[in-house]
């Protein structure tokens, strides 16, 4: 980049969110990074952003609560006179299914995964002085519905239509992005062994890498002409798996 222009990226002290702040830094982005309770680890992630030269600030946001949501978006702009990115990465994952249902977690994921994003989207459009691009990290499951992770998948199902919906709505200033990546690290009851064969068991034999992640990040930031598309990254698992997976079982405990 031949100026520097800042990104809000939320989620931003652990795993995906670091891994997309770390990136941007690199590309040439002061970073804003979000984290809910984990400042040690934010600050970490500034430490690490800082050596590739970019200007950081750490925010804390408990993204339930919608005033605290709304003022982040207002605080980040304040903070970077150049905000022109943001990337709504922060997610709950907690595990329940049809037959588990609970109001409270529905809540709770509903609040994190789906409000929060579309009410930073729409405080970010309002305060940042540019042009600006959103990207709402999503998941591959919105591509290849399955009961399991039910009320997580309702989440990430309601910002893959509001994607499309701010698209529309924040045209011409903003441009809005989703991408849906496939099982990116190794996490929970999963052994390595079954996190790699979940890797190979795809029609490409490869799956989801946070490299690729990273660069459909810099391809949506730096593309004028494109808004309310969402790219799923999977090795084209989507095209072709079906529920339930019986050979992994790690997954339906």
Same mark, same amino acid.
């Given at each position: 980049?031949?100026?520097?222009?800042?990104?809000?990226?939320?989620?931003?002290?652990?795993?995906?969110?670091?891994?997309?702040?770390?990136?941007?830094?690199?590309?040439?982005?002061?970073?804003?990074?979000?984290?809910?309770?984990?400042?040690?680890?934010?600050?970490?992630?500034?430490?690490?952003?800082?050596?590739?030269?970019?200007?950081?600030?750490?925010?804390?946001?408990?993204?339930?609560?919608?005033?605290?949501?709304?003022?982040?978006?207002?605080?980040?702009?304040?903070?970077?006179?150049?905000?022109?990115?943001?990337?709504?990465?922060?997610?709950?994952?907690?595990?329940?299914?049809?037959?588990?249902?609970?109001?409270?977690?529905?809540?709770?994921?509903?609040?994190?995964?789906?409000? &929060?994003?579309?009410?930073?989207?729409?405080?970010?459009?309002?305060? &940042?002085?540019?042009?600006?691009?959103?990207?709402?990290?999503?998941?591959?499951?919105?591509?290849?519905?399955?009961?399991?992770?039910?009320?997580?998948?309702?989440?990430?199902?309601?910002?893959?239509?509001?994607?499309?919906?701010?698209?529309?709505?924040?045209?011409?200033?903003?441009?809005?992005? &989703?991408? &849906?990546?496939?099982?990116?690290?190794?996490?929970?009851?999963?052994?390595?062994?079954?996190?790699?064969?979940?890797?190979?068991?795809?029609?490409?034999?490869?799956?989801?890498?946070?490299?690729?992640?990273?660069?459909?990040?810099?391809?949506?930031?730096?593309?004028?002409?494109?808004?309310?598309?969402?790219?799923?990254?999977?090795?084209?698992?989507?095209?072709?798996?079906?529920?339930?997976?019986?050979?992994?079982?790690?997954?339906?405990?």
């Amino acid at each position: 980049m031949n100026e520097r222009k800042a990104a809000l990226v939320t989620g931003a002290a652990h795993r995906v969110g670091r891994a997309i702040a770390l990136h941007l830094a690199r590309e040439g982005w002061d970073i804003g990074i979000h984290h809910n309770r984990s400042g040690a680890q934010a600050e970490e992630t500034a430490h690490e952003a800082q050596a590739f030269g970019a200007k950081t600030q750490t925010f804390a946001c408990d993204l339930a609560d919608v005033e605290a949501v709304e003022r982040l978006a207002a605080e980040f702009c304040e903070a970077f006179p150049d905000a022109a990115l943001l990337v709504n990465s922060a997610a709950v994952f907690e595990r329940d299914t049809a037959e588990t249902f609970d109001s409270r977690l529905f809540d709770r994921h509903m609040a994190i995964n789906a409000r &929060a994003p579309v009410l930073l989207a729409k405080a970010f459009h309002s305060c &940042a002085p540019q042009q600006t691009c959103i990207i709402n990290v999503l998941d591959q499951k919105i591509a290849s519905l399955t009961p399991d992770y039910f009320s997580y998948t309702l989440s990430k199902c309601a910002l893959d239509a509001a994607t499309r919906m701010l698209a529309m709505g924040l045209a011409p200033k903003t441009r809005v992005n &989703a991408i &849906a990546p496939g099982i990116l690290l190794q996490s929970g009851d999963l052994s390595r062994e079954e996190f790699q064969r979940l890797h190979r068991d795809t029609i490409l034999g490869i799956g989801a890498s946070m490299e690729e992640l990273c660069a459909a990040v810099s391809f949506f930031a730096r593309s004028p002409a494109v808004t309310g598309q969402v790219l799923v990254i999977d090795g084209g698992r989507h095209l072709v798996r079906t529920y339930p997976y019986e050979d992994l079982p790690k997954l339906k405990e």
